[in-house]
């Protein structure tokens, strides 16, 4: 649960391409330790609005404050050092390598040795690769992956890469996890376990986490509360059932699914 202290806020965000709005003025924040949902129909402008916080694209107009510092014009590379992780909608692992190496690259962003260091073999260098694997081989343990670290990523079943890809997100140590469709392509059994997980992990790395989600029953039983957009715009924000019962979000998105 949340102790309703702000870590993210989002404030009049905008984006266009061309004549499109993709995200239309949207404000909200997510407070410390919350399970934070969006949902929305396709194109509602969720994954642009994850690309925005993350770096990759900026903001036509707007403000995203972190902690209570603007975030908004930070490279991807700054805004991870500072504590925001992402996974996404299409699996990015490096299939070449294996397991264990795709999270020990997520912590370089942490190591202050340079490649001189390690060309000269210097026990601080030495030091901070024996950290990084012992974590890698933690967290690949807290995923249920230790027995194939040093698979290849590509051979990966695809509800294995996605707990890859959220193992290797966690290796940055954030204190905000966004989590781009995460139970994409899992039976009902698996998301359940994806469920049970994400709260784990919110309450084990002390995590906020905000997650896009088509699945609304795994949202409404997930998340502390709920943001809906449609068309790029804001049209909902609350807890569970104040967001499932409101004939806006009925009649733009849930419809049947109620």
Same mark, same amino acid.
């Given at each position: 649960?949340?102790?309703?202290?702000?870590?993210?806020?989002?404030?009049?965000?905008?984006?266009?391409?061309?004549?499109?709005?993709?995200?239309?003025?949207?404000?909200?924040?997510?407070?410390?330790?919350?399970?934070?949902?969006?949902? @929305?129909?396709?194109?509602?402008?969720? $994954?642009?609005?994850?690309?925005?916080?993350?770096?990759?694209?900026?903001?036509?107009?707007?403000?995203?404050?972190?902690?209570?510092?603007?975030?908004?014009?930070?490279?991807?590379?700054?805004? %991870?050092?500072? @504590?925001?992780?992402?996974?996404?909608?299409?699996?990015?692992?490096?299939?070449?390598?294996?397991?264990?190496?795709?999270?020990?690259?997520?912590?370089?962003?942490? $190591?202050?040795?340079?490649?001189?260091?390690?060309?000269?073999?210097?026990?601080?260098? %030495?030091?901070?690769?024996?950290?990084?694997?012992?974590?890698?081989?933690?967290?690949?343990?807290?995923? @249920?992956?230790?027995?194939?670290?040093?698979?290849?990523?590509?051979?990966?079943?695809?509800?294995?890469?996605?707990?890859?890809?959220?193992?290797?997100?966690?290796?940055?140590?954030?204190?905000?996890?966004?989590?781009?469709?995460?139970? %994409?392509?899992?039976?009902?059994?698996?998301? =359940?376990?994806?469920?049970?997980?994400?709260? =784990?992990?919110? =309450? =084990?790395?002390?995590? $906020?986490?905000?997650?896009?989600?088509?699945?609304?029953?795994?949202?409404? @039983?997930?998340?502390?509360?709920?943001?809906?957009?449609?068309?790029?715009?804001?049209?909902?924000?609350?807890?569970?059932?104040?967001?499932?019962?409101?004939?806006?979000?009925?009649?733009?998105?849930?419809?049947?699914? $109620?």
């Amino acid at each position: 649960m949340t102790d309703f202290e702000p870590i993210l806020a989002v404030s009049a965000l905008t984006r266009s391409f061309g004549g499109l709005v993709a995200v239309n003025d949207v404000s909200f924040t997510v407070n410390q330790n919350e399970i934070f949902g969006l949902i @929305g129909p396709n194109g509602a402008g969720k $994954t642009t609005l994850f690309n925005l916080i993350s770096g990759l694209i900026p903001p036509s107009s707007g403000q995203l404050l972190y902690q209570g510092e603007s975030i908004t014009k930070l490279r991807p590379y700054k805004i %991870a050092k500072l @504590g925001i992780a992402r996974t996404f909608q299409n699996i990015r692992l490096f299939g070449t390598l294996s397991a264990l190496e795709n999270i020990i690259v997520a912590r370089h962003i942490h $190591t202050k040795s340079n490649v001189f260091n390690g060309v000269l073999s210097l026990p601080s260098a %030495a030091k901070e690769e024996n950290l990084a694997l012992a974590k890698g081989k933690e967290l690949l343990n807290l995923v @249920g992956l230790s027995d194939r670290a040093h698979e290849k990523a590509c051979n990966f079943s695809y509800g294995d890469q996605r707990r890859l890809e959220i193992a290797r997100a966690l290796a940055l140590n954030p204190k905000i996890l966004l989590l781009d469709e995460p139970a %994409a392509g899992m039976n009902t059994g698996e998301k =359940q376990s994806l469920s049970l997980f994400i709260r =784990q992990i919110s =309450q =084990q790395f002390n995590l $906020t986490i905000v997650l896009i989600e088509h699945h609304v029953p795994l949202v409404m @039983g997930l998340c502390d509360r709920i943001a809906v957009l449609n068309f790029g715009k804001l049209i909902a924000l609350g807890n569970p059932c104040v967001v499932k019962t409101d004939p806006v979000v009925i009649e733009a998105y849930l419809g049947a699914e $109620t």
